[in-house]
Structures are given as C-alpha cells and as structure tokens.
C-alpha cells in the first residue's frame, strides 16, 4: 500500500482555514480544532502559529464581529489559552474545557456590541494606499513598525491626508516619507475601508519613478521591513490584512484588482 502523503505544516493548514469563505466563528472553531487535534503544534515553530491567530482576529475584525482596534492582544491571548489546552491535552487527562466551549469564553465579552453581523459605524475620515509597482511587476510591500497600529502586518503603504492635500498627494507623500522613493500616481483602484473600520481607504495606483534598483530607505517609526515581490509572493507573507490578501490573491489569478461593486465610479 503506498504510503499517504504528508500533510502540510499545521501553520499552512491553519491558513487555509483562515482563508475560507465562512463565518469568523466557524473558522475560529475549525482552527482550535485542528491545532488541539495536532501533537505537532506542540514542538512547531511558535512564531508562525502565532503569527496565523494574529491574522485570524484581523479578519474577525473586518467581518464586525471584534472590537476594532490592535488584534495583537487578542491574538495572543486565544493563541496562548489554546496552547495550554493542548498541552493539557498532551499530558494524558482530558482537558476541562472542550474547544467550543473555550472558543466562547474567549469571545466572551469581545464581541462587537448587538447582532454579530451588526454594521459599523462609518468612517470617520479618509486615507490613501498607494499600489507601489515596479515595471518589472512587482510590488513594494513594508511591515508596519510594532508601535503603528497593526504592527507587524505586511501592507501596502497608507497615510492620512494633510490640511488641503488631496488624496492622491498624499499616496505619494507617504511613500517618499515611509520608504524614500519617489512615485506617480495613476489611477484609482478602488475603495474600501481600513481593516479597524476608522479610515475609508482609496487605492492608487502608484509607478516607480526612481530605478528599478534604487534601495528604499525606511523611517524606523514607521517601517521595519519592506519587500518587492510578486502577486504570488505576497500571498506568501504573514500577517495580511484581509483586504491586502484579497487585492493580491485577484491579481496573482489574473483578475481585477477590485471586484465589479468596488470599483470608483468613471
């Protein structure tokens, strides 16, 4: 009989239960499943595992069932709680919590005030993306310094406007002052919000004018990576904030960057 394939690390299968098109509780649940249900999360790499239930409480957020705000506590919080329980479970008696139960004691008190598919309030105030491209098709990503809020997620560029600055200045205004390259700034891809729902968000599109191997020069405060990569590549970094996973996983299958309903009106 030949042998069964591996299966894939605990942190890659644990991704594709963050990526399903499902409700955040079901996600939630399948992935306390699969990591209490695997002896491997035990000795496996902390940092990634972590890194997966930080990327899962971002999407929890932008479906309005969280609080919006830093993930990272929460994160780590039900990161840690389940990583107790495993090791209860590994040490022979069964633990006194089932998972489902867990999972409600942890949402217990986060979860976002009324019905869980309550909307949010709207935005209080606008904020551009710049799409930084390369002629040779990549793109520039930064992971935000641990003190901006979402720290440590890897993301396109992004800023606020300054008194009397139009959005698109301000695109390009940042990325000088983030990764000191210069850009200009095309078209608009679309809209959106940003993942804590306070900033109605516009994407722009964002060409290189600098060469292709000018080396950006990162504000500490600001950036503490940043990385060319393709629409493949990019789906490849962790944390992504759901939008920055959707925009990219569309344009690595070929597709629009924004779907028909998000597109700017002409």
């Given at each position: 009989m030949p042998s069964a394939a591996p299966r894939p690390p605990l942190a890659d299968r644990l991704q594709a239960i963050v990526d399903r098109p499902?409700?955040?509780?079901?996600?939630?649940?399948?992935?306390?499943?699969?990591?209490?249900?695997?002896?491997?999360?035990?000795?496996?790499?902390?940092?990634?595992?972590?890194?997966?239930?930080?990327?899962?409480?971002?999407?929890?957020?932008?479906?309005?069932?969280?609080?919006?705000?830093?993930?990272?506590?929460?994160?780590?919080?039900?990161?840690?709680?389940?990583?107790?329980?495993?090791?209860?479970?590994?040490?022979?008696?069964?633990p006194p919590l089932a998972p489902v139960t867990l999972v409600?004691?942890?949402?217990?008190?986060?979860?976002?005030?009324?019905?869980?598919?309550?909307?949010?309030?709207?935005?209080?105030?606008?904020?551009?993306?710049?799409?930084?491209?390369r002629a040779d098709g990549r793109y520039l990503l930064i992971r935000r310094a641990a003190p901006r809020p979402g720290g440590g997620f890897w993301a396109p560029i992004t800023g606020r406007p300054m008194a009397g600055e139009s959005l698109a200045a301000a695109a390009a205004r940042e990325v000088r002052e983030e990764v000191g390259l210069r850009v200009r700034i095309g078209r608009e891809l679309g809209r959106g919000t940003t993942a804590d729902g306070d900033y109605a968000l516009t994407w722009f599109d964002a060409a290189l004018v600098d060469p292709d191997d000018t080396p950006p020069t990162?504000?500490?405060?600001?950036?503490?990576?940043?990385v060319w990569c393709t629409p493949a590549e990019a789906?490849?970094?962790?944390?992504?904030?759901?939008?920055?996973?959707?925009?990219?996983?569309?344009?690595?299958?070929g597709a629009a960057p924004f779907p028909r309903d998000d597109a700017p009106p002409p």
């Open positions: 499902t409700g955040f509780e079901d996600r939630l649940q399948a992935a306390a499943d699969a990591y209490l249900a695997d002896a491997e999360a035990l000795t496996a790499d902390r940092d990634a595992l972590r890194t997966v239930f930080l990327e899962l409480v971002a999407h929890g957020q932008t479906d309005g069932h969280l609080r919006a705000g830093d993930p990272r506590p929460l994160a780590l919080t039900l990161w840690s709680a389940l990583h107790g329980l495993a090791t209860l479970t590994a040490a022979g008696p069964a409600t004691l942890l949402l217990s008190g986060l979860a976002r005030p009324g019905a869980p598919d309550a909307p949010r309030a709207p935005p209080r105030a606008h904020a551009a993306l710049a799409v930084v491209r990162l504000d500490p405060a600001e950036v503490d990576a940043a789906l490849a970094l962790r944390p992504l904030f759901p939008a920055t996973r959707a925009f990219f996983a569309r344009l690595a299958a």
